[in-house]
Nanobody, 118 residues
Framework: QVQLVESGGGLVEAGGSLRLSCVAS????????MGWYRQAPGKQRELVATVSSGGTTRYGDSVEDRFSISRDNRKNSVSLQMSSLKPEDTGVYFC????????????WGQGTQVTVSS
C-alpha cells in the first residue's frame, strides 16, 4: 500500500521561504514521477512542480523562477524549496506520485497547508 507523508507547511510572510518534503513508501517501482500540486480555496488543483526518476523537472508558470524541486531516488523522497513567496501561493500543497507506463498508478498525499501573509 502506497503512503505519502508530507511535512513542512506553515505560515510565512510574503517574500519568505518554506521547504516542503514528502516521503513515499510502498511504491514498489523505480520509474515514476514525483511532484507537488496545490489547491487554493475555490480554485482547481494545479501543477506546482514535478520531477521524474531521471531528474527531468517541470514547473507551473507562476512558480518557475521561485521554486525548486529535488528528489532522492534512494529514499523515494521529494522536496520543494519555495522562495520569494507571495500571498497567491497560499493553498493546500499535495504530494503526488504517478506512473504512466504499465502498471499505471496515481497517488496523493493528504496535503499540507501553506499560508503566505501580506
Amino acid at each position: 500500500q502506497v503512503q505519502l507523508v508530507e511535512s513542512g507547511g506553515g505560515l510565512v510572510e510574503a517574500g519568505g521561504s518554506l521547504r516542503l518534503s514528502c516521503v513515499a513508501s510502498g511504491v514498489g517501482y523505480t520509474n515514476f514521477i514525483m511532484g507537488w500540486y496545490r489547491q487554493a480555496p475555490g480554485k482547481q488543483r494545479e501543477l506546482v512542480a514535478t520531477v521524474s526518476s531521471g531528474g527531468t523537472t517541470r514547473y507551473g508558470d507562476s512558480v518557475e523562477d521561485r521554486f525548486s524541486i529535488s528528489r532522492d531516488n534512494r529514499k523515494n523522497s521529494v522536496s520543494l524549496q519555495m522562495s520569494s513567496l507571495k500571498p497567491e501561493d497560499t493553498g493546500v500543497y499535495f504530494c503526488n506520485v504517478k506512473r504512466t507506463g504499465t502498471p499505471t498508478f496515481n497517488y496523493w498525499g493528504q496535503g499540507t497547508q501553506v499560508t503566505v501573509s501580506s
